[in-house]
């Protein structure tokens, strides 16, 4: 009993606690249209047993996902995983929607603020709108990604698809999903960021 209790802890001081990056989104990060594989978040999985091994990967991402319906969701997600590391992807759908900014960013803060009081980090993750839903509504739909951001001190992306909407190619028939071959870029916008919460 001695024995395999010295094993664990040496295993342990080896290879380090596991840890925990839970990515909380919709579609954009649940594969939408394409093999769940070719997500980039089973991408970061791979990336991440090479240089972070530690950390593993839950994707509690859920297609058609809003703000509200995430603040729903979030405490018993956080109660099951206790992620150290929380990827919050969400508010896309509510701005496609043209929910009032007020909700969105309400929503938006009240999450933040249960991950944080579970020691939880954050990565924030922006997003835009096309410019058919007028120039006021976008400027203030991105400012409120901008703002929870400065506030709450978070790690954050302006926009998942920094680079991919230049090129038609990389999103399927519906125009708004990234098809399988944008997923690494989509990977490498968001690396550099979640870098610096890695432990």
């Given at each position: 009993?001695?024995?395999?209790?010295?094993?664990?802890?040496?295993?342990?001081?080896?290879?380090?606690?596991?840890?925990?990056i839970v990515v909380f989104g919709d579609s954009l990060s649940a594969a939408y249209g394409i093999q769940s594989d070719q997500g980039?978040?089973?991408l970061l999985s791979s990336r991440l047993e090479t240089e972070f091994p530690q950390y593993h990967v839950i994707n509690a991402s859920v297609s058609g996902e809003t703000t509200g319906g995430g603040l729903i969701r979030l405490p018993k997600t956080l109660e099951i995983h206790k992620p150290d590391i929380l990827i919050l992807e969400l508010g896309g759908n509510?701005?496609?929607?043209?929910?009032?900014?007020?909700k969105i960013e309400?929503?938006?803060?009240?999450?933040?603020?249960?991950a944080q009081s579970s020691n939880t980090k954050i990565l924030l993750i922006g997003m835009v709108l096309p410019p058919n839903y007028g120039r006021?509504?976008?400027?203030?739909?991105?400012?409120?990604?901008k703002r929870l951001a400065f506030h709450n001190k978070l790690e954050f992306l302006?926009?998942?698809?920094?680079?991919?909407?230049?090129?038609?190619?990389?999103?399927?028939?519906d125009g708004i999903h990234p098809t399988k071959e944008a997923q690494p870029l989509l990977l490498d916008n968001i690396w550099p960021l979640l870098s610096n919460l890695l432990e």
């Open positions: 009993m001695v024995r395999m209790m010295c094993l664990l802890l040496i295993s342990m001081s080896c290879h380090g606690e596991t840890r925990t980039w978040v089973t509510d701005g496609l929607r043209g929910y009032p900014i007020s309400g929503n938006l803060n009240a999450m933040i603020r249960l006021r509504y976008t400027k203030a739909y991105e400012a409120l990604f302006p926009q998942l698809l920094d680079g991919v909407t230049s090129a038609r190619a990389l999103f399927q028939p």
